[in-house]
């Protein structure tokens, strides 16, 4: 394994900011850890790092503690809040991390890949806040470690810098690299992860590909134009969790949208334009991490069978 | 994955700085260059006044080099450097060598522009004076360097420089880098517990008998042994695992 998470609970004070989480991460795999703020990322990530202890569960980095990981160089990355020192350029910051490691990539390869090139003459304080994050990227990557965790790596970068970031990282995940990224952005971790980990309220809510978080809410829908049928009537359509009207149009939101659909077709012949949607990853998100405001209750199974029970 | 990068990096910072420049080798220097030349033929308490405030000046520049690695510390903390370092395989014993170490090499700067500004206004030392001098101050310099390293630890990026400012100037004050305040009596007694008594006396102390009294060296002993855990302690503080 990449990096292993066991029954990992974490708190601060009162707050519990992880509540007994288990993950996995192969070698080689690209995963993005994804959720709202306060979910308990950087927690995870700051465990990872070796930054925080678990107060229970086990961490271990390719087999090793964080603070072996970190010490050998295997793991590299960018932590949340932290800004490029005073007096140095960013070359000078580059070399000064690769200085660091045992088998550094060469400082001019990584400026390039990093589009900070033409930054490499500059404060390294005094750059935008774009700006700096890429040059943070480049000092995280020019070490070469195997793992890479990077914390919301593109908060405060621009579209075009961000377009420029995955090129980047996903030039790093080619050459065989373990990648794990927080980030709060569900676009960026559906075009950039093999895996979704999605937490929420300090516990893992979903884990797996983005089309399989999709399904997992199973609220598919289907549209179509119907006139002068009671809601209720649809409503009670087998697969049907819920009917909505908005004039000549009805949305149906379904658990089975394939046994919704021919009830719907036998049951009403005058049904026109039909068109069935799957649930945004968007949709998926909001419902997985906001439903379950219980502390208590495990957020998946909750949400799929009281939904069942509704219909 | 030497230290050395690390080093190189932590002195051209510490050179980068308009505080280092000015406070070690600017101030130090221009106060020689202007307060010497009109009492250029006075002796004071049996040294040339010019020698004796060629070391307090070397002494004052030196102790503002000493404690500086602390307010680098304590902006890279508030930049979140010092954590960002700890995600890295540089060592603790690399990091804080690096800060020693720097300190020291700065403070050898201010030794050697002093020195040169000494021997221009007339200063005559034969060369193991001058050896024996640059010793003292070294080893003299040690307590200081610690207690930048804690107070970089300990307070913020806005409380440390008057902190730090207040504490070197009262120390060089007391301890006679810009005359000797307390020639006889119960002060003398009590300021010359105080290790920057002994750095500003290491010029008296090379024309007397070569070296400082047992008394000076069991003062900078002291202090250098109480303050180093507590730079340790800081640190640990500052950067525990929570």
Redesign the interface.
């Known amino acids: 394994m990449g990096i292993e998470l066991s029954k990992v609970a974490k708190s601060y004070g009162s707050v519990q900011a992880v509540r007994g989480i288990d993950l996995g991460v192969a070698p080689g795999e690209t995963v993005a850890l994804l959720g709202p703020n306060g979910a308990g990322k950087t927690t995870t990530i700051d465990m990872i790092f070796g930054l925080a202890r678990p107060d229970s569960g086990t961490v271990s980095v390719f087999g090793a503690s964080p603070t072996e990981a970190v010490r050998s160089g295997w793991i590299g990355g960018t932590l949340q809040d932290g800004s490029p020192p005073d007096q140095l350029k960013v070359r000078e910051l580059v070399t000064l991390m690769a200085s660091y490691y045992p088998h550094p990539l060469g400082v001019d390869d990584v400026l390039r890949q990093t589009g900070t090139a033409d930054l490499a003459g500059r404060w390294a304080s005094k750059l935008s806040g774009g700006q700096a994050q890429r040059v943070r990227f480049a000092a995280a990557l020019v070490g070469d470690p195997d793992l890479l965790v990077l914390d919301e790596p593109t908060s405060g970068i621009d579209v075009e810098g961000r377009i420029e970031f995955w090129q980047a990282m996903r030039a790093v995940a080619e050459r065989g690299k373990t990648i794990l990224f927080a980030t709060h952005y569900l676009e960026e971790a559906d075009a950039n992860a093999d895996r979704i980990v999605l937490m929420a309220r300090g516990r893992i809510v979903a884990d797996g590909p983005a089309t399989e978080i999709k399904a997992k809410v199973g609220s598919r829908s289907i549209r179509a134009t119907l006139l002068g049928v009671d809601l209720a009537e649809l409503q009670a359509l087998p697969g049907v969790l819920s009917a909505e009207r908005h004039g000549e149009a009805i949305t149906l939101s379904c658990s089975d949208t394939d046994a919704a659909l021919s009830a719907l077709l036998i049951s009403f012949p005058g049904t026109r334009d039909t068109e069935v949607r799957g649930a945004s990853l968007e949709e998926a998100f909001l419902e997985l991490t906001h439903e379950d405001d219980h502390d208590d209750r495990d957020a998946i199974e909750p949400s799929s069978s009281s939904k069942e029970g509704a219909r | 994955?030497?230290g050395?990068?690390?080093v190189r990096?932590e002195l051209?910072?510490a050179l980068?700085?308009w505080r280092t420049l000015f406070l070690s080798f600017g101030l130090p220097l221009v106060l020689y260059c202007v307060i010497v030349p009109a009492n250029r033929h006075v002796v004071s308490d049996g040294i040339p006044f010019k020698l004796y405030f060629m070391t307090g000046m070397a002494a004052y520049g030196a102790m503002w080099g000493s404690i500086n690695p602390g307010a680098?510390i304590a902006?890279?903390r508030a930049?979140?450097?010092v954590?960002?370092l700890?995600?890295?395989?540089?060592?603790t014993r690399t990091e804080i060598a690096a800060k020693v170490l720097t300190a020291y090499l700065i403070a050898l700067l201010t030794l050697a522009l002093l020195f040169l500004a000494g021997a221009l206004f007339g200063v005559r030392l034969d060369a193991a004076q001058w050896f024996e001098m640059t010793g003292l101050l070294l080893v003299g310099m040690a307590p200081f360097v610690a207690v930048g390293i804690a107070l970089g630890h300990l307070l913020s990026v806005d409380a440390l420089p008057p902190a730090m400012g207040g504490l070197v100037v009262l120390l060089a004050l007391l301890g006679g880098a810009f005359g000797q305040l307390f020639p006889r009596g119960v002060m003398l007694t009590i300021v010359k517990l105080l290790p920057s008594y002994w750095l500003v006396h290491a010029g008296r102390a090379v024309v007397g008998s070569g070296s400082w009294p047992a008394e000076g060296w069991i003062v900078v002993a002291v202090w250098t042994l109480c303050l180093t855990p507590l730079a340790a302690i800081a640190y640990r503080h500052d950067t525990a695992?929570?």
């Open positions: 994955m030497s050395t990068t690390h990096y051209l910072r980068r700085s680098r902006r890279d930049k979140g450097w954590r960002a700890r995600v890295t395989p540089l060592r695992t929570v």
